[in-house]
């Protein structure tokens, strides 16, 4: 098994693009504030690998895989399209933006634990945006 088939991070994400958020009514927002799977439709396994990040199950045409040329920005924060109210008021609530130059804006909420509103978004940022660091 070569280096690149063993994914140095894994987890599980519920996902969107930031145009399928802005497409969501007011009801769909109440209810995401119940559960953020009436927003988010998208889901499956995530892995980061030394030459690709892969969402897997991403549409029905399968795996979305973006190299490091394929990612703008990394970054956690609430926005207009997911704000505190419906991502709860810890900062561990804050969705994950990747800024793709395939998709457009991509929201995830990796490892999600509802009950208690966190996902591990803040410790994938830090390993992405060190993953998109030029070597030097």
């Given at each position: ?18 145009a ?68 709860g008021l ?47």
């Amino acid at each position: 098994m070569a280096a690149t088939d063993v994914p140095t991070d894994h987890g599980t994400y519920i996902g969107a693009t930031s145009a399928e958020l802005s497409r969501k009514t007011t009801a769909d927002k109440l209810a995401g504030g119940v559960s953020q799977q009436a927003l988010f439709l998208r889901r499956g396994n995530i892995a980061l690998y030394t030459d690709r990040l892969v969402l897997m199950g991403w549409n029905d045409a399968g795996d979305l895989v973006l190299r490091r040329a394929d990612i703008r920005s990394a970054r956690a924060r609430f926005t207009e399209l997911y704000g505190r109210f419906i991502g709860g008021l810890l900062n561990r609530g804050k969705p994950l933006i990747l800024d793709t130059t395939h998709a457009g804006e991509i929201y995830l909420l990796i490892n999600r634990r509802e009950f208690i509103e966190t996902t591990d978004d803040l410790e994938w940022v830090r390993v992405l945006n060190a993953w998109l660091a030029p070597v030097s």
